[in-house]
T-cell receptor, first 109, second 115 residues
Framework: RKEVEQDPGPFNVPEGATVAFNCTYS??????FFWYRQDCRKEPKLLMS???SGNEDGRFTAQLNRASQYISLLIRDSKLSDSATYLC??????????FGSGTRLQVQP | GAVVSQHPSRVICKSGTSVKIECRSL??????MFWYRQFPKKSLMLMAT?????????EQGVEKDKFLINHASLTLSTLTVTSAHPEDSSFYIC???????????FGPGTRLTVL
């Protein structure tokens, strides 16, 4: 079983749509959780951290369910510029990160 | 945010040669840096943790004699791919934490192609 599992997609959605990504992780001792964004052939960039209380940053909302070991990302009012691969990331100790395989989003005009 | 650079950004080499990749934290000191590898359409996989002034910690399945890591200063870690082979062709990315929070800052990556 992979440590961090994501649906690879692709998710093809029209501009303005709401799209949700899910992720599960296997290590119940994990402490920190993130969503990163990676554009084609570029390095990943932090989108947002994920907390049990949930957090929102503009059009992006992230939620963590520790009991189910489940993380989600909701994007509202999708923009063309949101097209990218979204990586679910878990900090596995020593600050080293474990990445999911990513979910590809393509927002279409 | 903090800045991490990598050099070179792209390298093409012949099979059997060694390639050195540098990772620098430009505006902060990093006692620990991380090296990841990403194959096409795959996720980033942690290769090793680079520790300033001590030996690197390698993940299972990563050969320490093939991927030499040197973290000689608080702002520089190097990864040397020794006797590179075509299967080593990949995107190598380093990251570091500036100690101010949870965020890891990634270098722009080095794309290695071994012919």
């Amino acid at each position: 079983r992979k440590e961090v599992e994501q649906d690879p997609g692709p998710f093809n959605v029209p501009e303005g749509a709401t799209v949700a990504f899910n992720c599960t992780y296997s290590n119940s001792a994990s402490q920190s959780f993130f969503w990163y964004r990676q554009d084609c052939r570029k390095e990943p960039k932090l989108l947002m951290s994920v907390y049990s209380s949930g957090n929102e940053d503009g059009r992006f909302t992230a939620q963590l369910n520790r009991a189910s070991q489940y993380i989600s990302l909701l994007i509202r009012d999708s923009k063309l510029s949101d097209s990218a691969t979204y990586l679910c990331v878990v900090e596995g100790g020593r600050r080293a990160l474990t990445f999911g395989s990513g979910t590809r989003l393509q927002v279409q005009p | 945010g903090a800045v991490v650079s990598q050099h070179p950004s792209r390298v093409i080499c012949k099979s059997g040669t060694s390639v050195k990749i540098e990772c620098r934290s430009l505006d902060f000191q990093a006692t620990t840096m991380f090296w990841y590898r990403q194959f096409p359409k795959k996720s980033l996989m942690l290769m090793a943790t680079s520790n300033e002034g001590s030996k690197a910690t390698y993940e299972q399945g990563v050969e320490k004699d093939k991927f030499l890591i040197n973290h000689a200063s608080l702002t520089l870690s190097t990864l040397t791919v020794t006797s590179a082979h075509p299967e080593d062709s990949s995107f190598y990315i380093c990251s570091a934490n500036d100690g101010g929070g949870d965020e890891q800052f990634f270098g722009p990556g080095t794309r290695l192609t071994v012919l």
